[in-house]
């Protein structure tokens, strides 16, 4: 079925079907995800900051568990799902988006190689202390290597290391890349802008961060868990950090198109105060992070710890969250909301149900946190447990 | 823990996927080199690298000129065109439209339909007609105008940049074309157009647009929206002649091209575009 835009003023006729729907909004919040969870995993493996421990390998398991649903939008979006490999076996290298392919498998392989190498001794563990078919299902995971001895654990060591730097940049660089594709549609004045690699990668930053708190806590609660005060703590100190870094970015970047006021900025002023108010100005930018902001700095002010903390810092990520769907929501749908004339906007309609829809998108952004569970009972991240690395 | 043999075992294992992986990228990778060079071969015969038998897209540089101050809006170039490439007969897929625009007494800008307008489907009665409705008739308009809009075919095309699998591509002769058997449907062709030239055909899930009508120029023949045209508005022609009608068209005419700051160098050329044209 296809979905028509209702429009005001004057808009080309071929716009009034929107191209890019809610998939293309929950792709780049996946994405996102991804980048997120490695960044806090990264705290731990690479920097070494012990106080982010506790929630180092989820952060492993939740960035694999998302990147592996990051291609699921854009295939339930392409107009011919199996032809997508032709962008990996004949990519056009002027466009933004052929190296997509390349970039997520390297990184999907490399966040493969690094569970593997994490979660390396609880397996062989596994393996020796169990029979029948799990001992066949943790043997294979190990490739049937049971070597935990000192010198294979070194080597264990210098290639999570080496695997964890290179996942930095590849991580970071996979989302800078996609904020690259809006960014540099000059069709778009909306979206025409050098700060957006910027502000989608600390956007990412921040909701990954935000959803480890979340899943943090969550599982705590679950397990019976005591939840450990100073990662909590020091989860909330970076997602403060990342979140007004990026909350100043979406300001300037919006300050400059409003200052340059070039052709077509009436139609943007009109969309912005009109359309979009609520979604951007009181639901992205009031609730989804000058609330949170506040509501950290008082909390980090005051010193508030238990489960004052534990209440604040969730209700806080849980609004982050919410802000970097939005953005998502705001930069992709918005910009095709308002017409290339710069006479006209568009209103885009989200189907309720459908390949393209409502119920596909929450399915979509959900079934990660389906694999995660599934992961986290196969490799138990706890550090608790006696397994543990 | 760790054995003589499983150790071998592992090597062996390597050794024979390696092995297979190799003769795997081999085969694969040979394919594609016979291929880049057949393509290459094919390029350097003119005769057998153009899509069309019998037509050199080497010898011709085609080009095409609006006059838009002799458009009357009939829209006969809208129906020609949708006739002649089977284009959905609805009010969201067009590869060409006309604009209107009309300034009203004392009003500074002006107001901007197209046949695609929902007063003027009403008009028509059908969205497989096209006419545009008397909606001014009682008011005081002190200027208007219609602009035939279509894609540009660039000669930068930012939608042939965008495509990550090159299934839309510039022709030698400077067509921009698509091929359908190719494209993925992505639609990030139709994002970077800044004249929302592209459109997308929901059946047949790929991105479609204004060939100058392909099938027929290659014969010798024009466009069907020149065809119909019954103002000369339209004339198109190749670059490479002197004496063709878009030729003479850009020799004899103070020419523009609609949003030129995009810098994708548009190959429709217009004569009659006003400040508030975008």
């Known amino acids: ?10 808009v080309y006729p071929n716009e009034t079907i929107i191209p890019w729907s809610v998939m293309i909004v929950i792709y780049p919040y996946l994405t996102g995800l991804v980048a997120g ?42 107009g011919h799902p199996e ?50 078919l799990k001992r066949f299902f943790y043997r294979a995971v190990t490739l049937w290597s049971d070597d935990l001895s000192p010198r294979a654990r070194a080597i264990d060591a210098n290639w999570l ?23 540099s549609l000059k069709a778009r004045m909306w979206w025409e802008s050098d700060l957006m690699p910027v502000i989608f990668l600390f956007s990412a930053i921040v909701s990954g961060m935000a959803l480890l708190m979340v899943l943090y806590v969550v599982t705590c609660r679950w397990r019976r868990v005591e939840i450990d005060q100073a990662c909590l703590k020091g989860m909330m100190a970076a997602l403060w950090g990342f ?9 300037l970047e919006f300050a400059n198109m409003v200052y340059k006021g070039k052709e077509g900025i009436d139609v943007i002023m009109e969309y912005v105060k009109g359309p979009l108010f609520i979604r951007y100005f009181v639901l992205q930018f009031g609730l989804g992070a000058i609330v949170p902001i506040l509501t950290m700095s008082i909390m980090m002010a005051r010193g508030t710890k238990g489960r004052a903390l534990v209440i604040g810092s969730t209700f806080c990520a849980l609004l982050v969250l919410m802000n970097v769907l939005l953005m998502r929501w705001n930069v992709v749908i918005g910009g095709q909301e308002i017409s ?37 009972r196969l490799f138990p991240p706890w550090v608790e447990r006696p397994l543990a690395r | ?82 006739e002649e490439n089977d284009v959905a007969r609805d009010a969201n897929h067009f590869r060409t439209w006309v604009e209107r625009y009309v300034y009203l007494e004392g009003e500074e800008k002006p107001l901007v339909d197209s046949q695609a307008d929902p007063q003027n489907i009403a008009a028509a009665g059908t969205e497989a007609d096209y006419r545009f409705d008397n909606r001014y008739k009682d008011k ?92 000369h508005t339209r004339v198109f022609g190749d670059l490479n002649d002197a004496s063709s009608p878009v030729s003479k068209f850009i020799r004899e005419n103070r020419v523009q091209v609609l949003k030129p700051e995009s810098g994708n160098a548009p190959m429709c050329f217009y004569v009659g575009l006003d400040k508030d044209v975008s």
């Not at chain 2, 050199?56 to 809208?78: F, M, S």
């Open chain 1, 1 to 10: 079925m296809i979905e028509i835009a209702p429009f005001t003023g004057y």
């Open chain 1, 37 to 78: 969870a490695f960044t806090v995993s990264s705290f731990y493996h690479v920097f070494g900051m012990q106080r982010f421990k506790p929630v180092a390998r989820l952060a492993l398991l939740t960035s694999l568990s998302v990147m592996l649903f990051v291609p699921t939008p854009l295939l339930l979006h392409l």
């Open chain 1, 83 to 132: 032809r997508a490999m032709n962008s990996m076996l004949t990519p056009h290298l002027t466009s933004a988006f052929a190296m997509f392919g390349f970039f997520a498998a390297f990184y999907t392989v490399l966040l493969v190689m690094e569970v593997w190498f994490v979660f390396r001794a609880d397996n062989v563990a596994r393996a020796l202390s169990s029979t029948g």
């Open chain 1, 161 to 183: 290391l080496t695997l964890a730097i290179v996942g930095i940049p590849s991580a970071h660089g996979l989302h800078g890349y996609i904020g690259f594709v809006y960014g």
């Open chain 1, 243 to 251: 979140l007004m870094f990026t909350v100043v970015l979406e300001g």
């Open chain 1, 340 to 376: 290339k004339t710069g006479k006209g906007i568009l209103t885009y309609v989200l189907p309720f149900w459908g390949r393209e829809s409502f119920v596909s998108a929450a399915a979509l952004t959900l079934a990660p946190m389906g694999l995660l569970w599934i992961l986290t």
């Open chain 2, 1 to 82: 823990m760790k054995t003589e043999d499983n150790k071998t075992g592992r090597r062996n294992f390597l050794r024979t996927s390696g092995a297979a992986l190799a003769g795997l990228g081999a085969v694969v990778g040979g394919t594609l080199l016979g291929e880049a060079v057949a393509g290459t071969d094919k390029g350097n015969n003119p005769e057998s690298s153009s899509p069309v038998p019998g037509y050199d897209w080497k010898k011709h540089r085609w080009a095409y000129g609006i006059d838009a101050t002799k458009c009357i809006g009939c829209l006969r170039c809208v129906k020609a065109c949708k």
């Open chain 2, 140 to 231: 005081k308009v002190t200027k208007s105008f219609f602009i035939p809009k279509m894609c540009n075919h660039c000669e930068h095309p930012a939608c042939v940049q965008v495509c990550p699998v090159g299934a839309t591509f510039k022709s030698e002769d400077g067509v921009v074309l698509i091929d359908h058997e190719y494209c993925i449907g992505c639609r990030y062709c139709i994002q970077a157009c800044p004249y929302g030239a592209r459109l997308f055909i929901e059946d047949m899930g790929v991105s479609d647009k204004c060939t100058w009508c392909y099938h027929r120029i290659t014969k010798g023949l024009q466009p069907a929206c020149v065809e119909v045209c019954p103002t």
